[in-house]
């Protein structure tokens, strides 16, 4: 049966496990009836035996050697070119392609894929410089740099990139400005950047962001309670108090949100009708309320403008209060009995 199936599998191709289902049951058929203890009902037991353990090891090899679908590489964003210019364009340019690579992992095999790959995303001065060792090679000598990947990476960085890298990451980092706009988040992402390069020492680092942080956090720092001896210390008070300003700021805008909201809708409800039966004439609107009714406390006939006497010492007496004709006469017309002036009682 086992070459009858290799035999059927490779003439049509079929995979061998749907072959092996197939002639199953024409196989491994059931003996025909003998009598009991016979020679023939042993030997038939024996071959329906062996038939099946040849069967369960074919077809777990079959389930073995079945080609898997490979899953499809989601959509990952290709570099962007490099061009020759600054050597932080440089570092982007390598960052890139290592996630590139990681992401595509299995499509390139050799290190000269990866090259050849990166080189065609290479455009100006920086093609012009690997097209001799592309279209016109020397025989005699072949460039590491177009064989292995870390070589080609050295190459890019010797050619375009800084002539002094440790000191141009130095001057970085103590120039990064703290945005007064911005939060300290920003900041520190930036800082990070650098500070895994140069690698400085902890009191370094807590020296240069001690001199890029604003008024309006180094005043606060002195009732923190983060220790601001270490630089993680530091940069957690720093974080700590810049989100809570960027709250009040929040916090404010959100209140004089509210308040052009309400000054939007109250002389609207003012001059609303507020009378439940437009028809009845006993109510009329609010405005119409509060003029024709008289405040409480005052006289119907209360003067709209009173000028208020000018104050002179003849209307305090020896004890420095008011005299009684003077008191009088202020009650009388609707006075102030402090600063005698009108539209208001105290």
Known sequence: MAAQARNQCLASQEPLENILEENTDEDIAAPEPTLLGSPSIESTFQNEISNLELRNALLALARMTTPQTKKKNRAIKEP???SGGSPDELRAFIFQYQIYFRACEGEFVEDSEKIFFAISYLRG????YFEPFINEPDPNQNPDFLEHWPAFVQQLSNVFGSYSPKDDDEDAIVAIPFPN???ATDYFIRFAKYQNRIRW????LRKVVKDAVPARISDE???SKEDLSSFEGYKRAVLRIDNNYWRQVQ???NKIRMARTLQQHIPRALKAD????PSDGRYGTME???REKPKPGKPANWPQTIEPPKPTTSILGLDGKLTVAERTRRMTLGLCLRCGQSRHLA
Do not use: V, W
């Open 274 to 277: 507020t009378t439940s039966n």
């Open 201 to 204: 020492d902890d009191q370094s």
């Open 80 to 82: 962007d070119p490099f």
């Open 181 to 183: 706009e911005g939060k």
């Open 288 to 290: 119409q309320t509060m």
């Open 221 to 223: 720092l002195r009732y």
């Open 125 to 128: 001065i920086a093609l012009d």
């Open 251 to 253: 916090d404010k805008k």
